[in-house]
């Protein structure tokens, strides 16, 4: 892992793309999260997140964020349109020191489906993980049922490294699951 980052302050990093800036999630995003979140198709597609959205879990949630990236575990951004300012979803990196990789994941609000954000914020996210956190692998996974995530992953460069069948639980019924990775040495497309 890069020793050059300073994992005891809450120094969290704002990254830019062309249409988007991923910033730290502030305690004032709170009320917008919690109506993007609420939606049964974003919990039907994440292993946490759940439908209804409990009040007050959106700020439960952002207030635990310096932390976890104070104690190196993990860095999560909000994806915002530099146009507007809105936010439009979020992304992060779930990391492990000891094997020096990370598990990306993400969430976009149904009004911003389709337009190519995911992909340019995961995209982003996955190159700031490689160059600044200096991890050697990311990786990512989603039940097979999740065609758009599984298309976000084959944009970014991930490769397909298995299936495995009836991994998890949700909603009481066993998911296949797909699982991506990319390596420090992988060809990133632009
Ligand atoms: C998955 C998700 C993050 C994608 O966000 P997005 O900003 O719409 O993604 P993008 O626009 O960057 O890319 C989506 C791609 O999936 C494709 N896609 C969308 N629905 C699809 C479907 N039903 N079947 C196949 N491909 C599909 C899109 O066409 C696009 O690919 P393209 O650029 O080649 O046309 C969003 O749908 C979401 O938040 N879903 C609920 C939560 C979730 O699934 N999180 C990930 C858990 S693993």
């Not at 995209?123 to 995530?149: P, Q, Y």
Request: some cysteine.
């Amino acid at each position: 892992m890069n020793q050059a980052v300073d994992w005891n302050e809450d120094n969290r990093p704002t990254l830019e793309t062309k249409r988007l800036l991923l910033r730290p999630f502030f305690p004032s995003d709170a009320e917008v999260q919690q109506i993007l979140a609420n939606d049964r198709e974003i919990a039907a597609n994440t292993r946490t997140i759940e439908f209804p959205y409990p009040e007050g879990a959106a700020l439960k949630w952002i207030e635990q964020h310096a932390d976890m990236w104070k104690n190196g575990k993990s860095a999560i951004f909000a994806i915002c349109l530099k146009s507007t300012g809105e936010l439009t979803g979020a992304i992060g990196l779930e990391i492990s020191e000891q094997d020096q990789n990370a598990e990306l994941g993400y969430w976009i609000g149904r009004d911003y489906w389709g337009q190519g954000i995911c992909s340019e914020a995961a995209r982003e996210v996955v190159r700031f993980g490689f160059e600044t956190l200096a991890v050697n692998k990311i990786h990512a996974h989603h039940m097979t049922r999740n065609l758009a995530s599984g298309r976000v992953m084959e944009k970014i460069g991930m490769k397909k490294e298995g299936l495995l069948r009836s991994h998890i639980r949700k909603w009481g019924v066993f998911e296949d699951v797909a699982f991506y990775g990319i390596l420090r040495t992988d060809e990133r497309p632009g």
